[in-house]
């Protein structure tokens, strides 16, 4: 009886397709529409009106065809770009910005780890921060002012309630001004781990710095330096979008401190708020620990040393 249906492959390929109708609707479309498969994180908060002025910039730009905005949960991603990226980050993004190709780095943790004028800066001309960058220069959405009423149109487009004082107050805002806005909000949902502090005289690193006055250190640090930090710090140290490194000021502080602070900084980056040796940081460096092995941040402060002419 049962062997029938063999025999009559119309109604084999009806009742095929029925079977595998309802396993696709039950393992794909049903699980779509319940809650649990938009989660949204705790604090993820909807874009500010320039912030998604901001996204429509990078959309219109077609950054995305060069930058993906997603951490896959793989090791050397979560190690260069920082946490994986979790569902609940997207909720409010239409459409999803993810990106396929990495012809420039991922930006999916890119809020909040430099300040606004490091933006400004690398946006007006990217080759003065990595000479063998490719990317175009923005500097001219600083002459383009944002038009409220086009933005107003995409704002109920993504169903985004903006009151009219929020929209009108676009009109003293460039469009560099929304670009960087935006940056500086992506991936902010998540909360950035903190960076594993090494501790003064721990195993991690020597209190000294094992490459003091050592003029071939000095040089490979300059290297570095170069690649890593003069954008923010001066070619010769002598500071820009950060502070000089050739005063007699360490954290906004009159006087200097040891090698093994200098190495606390650069590993674990300047967190708004945090306290080093009685100082409060201001915050905008990010953390150097995950990029640089110990012995090349022991090299850049032998660098700084030599700046300083200690």
Not at 9 to 36: H, K, N, Q, Y
Not at 117 to 140: D, I
Not at 219 to 235: F, R, V
Not at 253 to 275: A, C, M, R, S
Request: hydrophobic fraction near 35%; proline fraction near 6%; charge should be neutral.
């Amino acid at each position: 009886m049962a062997g029938e249906i063999y025999r009559k492959p119309i109604m084999f390929a009806i009742v095929a397709a029925v079977v595998i109708l309802i396993g696709t609707i039950a393992t794909v479309f049903f699980p779509m529409f319940t809650e649990g498969m938009h989660p949204k994180l705790e604090n993820l908060k909807p874009y500010t009106a320039l912030q998604l002025a901001g996204k429509d910039i990078y959309q219109r730009e077609g950054c995305n065809n060069c930058h993906t905005q997603t951490v896959r949960p793989l090791k050397t991603e979560v190690m260069r770009y920082g946490d994986y990226s979790k569902a609940g980050e997207f909720t409010y993004d239409r459409p999803f910005l993810w990106g396929s190709k990495r012809t420039g780095p991922d930006l999916a943790r890119i809020g909040g780890k430099y300040p606004d004028a490091w933006h400004h800066n690398h946006f007006e001309n990217p080759q003065s921060f990595f000479k063998e960058s490719n990317m175009p220069k923005y500097g001219w959405l600083k002459d383009s002012r944002l038009d409220p009423v086009d933005m107003e149109v995409h704002m109920k487009v993504n169903g985004f309630p903006y009151t009219k004082e929020e929209i009108a107050d676009l009109s003293s805002k460039t469009e560099l001004d929304a670009l960087v806005a935006y940056m500086q909000v992506i991936g902010t949902a998540v909360k950035r781990a903190a960076p594993a502090a090494p501790g003064k005289a721990s195993s991690d690193h020597e209190v000294e710095n094992p490459f003091k006055n050592d003029p071939k250190a000095a040089a490979l640090g300059k290297d570095i330096y170069d690649q890593n930090c003069a954008m923010c710090h001066g070619t010769q140290g002598e500071g820009g979008i950060g502070p000089s490194l050739t005063d007699d000021m360490f954290l906004y502080i009159k006087g200097d401190l040891p090698d093994d602070d200098y190495y606390e900084v650069i590993h674990n980056g300047t967190e708004q708020g945090k306290v080093e040796e009685g100082r409060t940081m201001k915050g905008g460096m990010p953390p150097y620990g995950g990029q640089l092995d110990k012995n090349r941040i022991w090299q850049v402060i032998s660098y700084i040393r030599s700046l300083q002419k200690k």
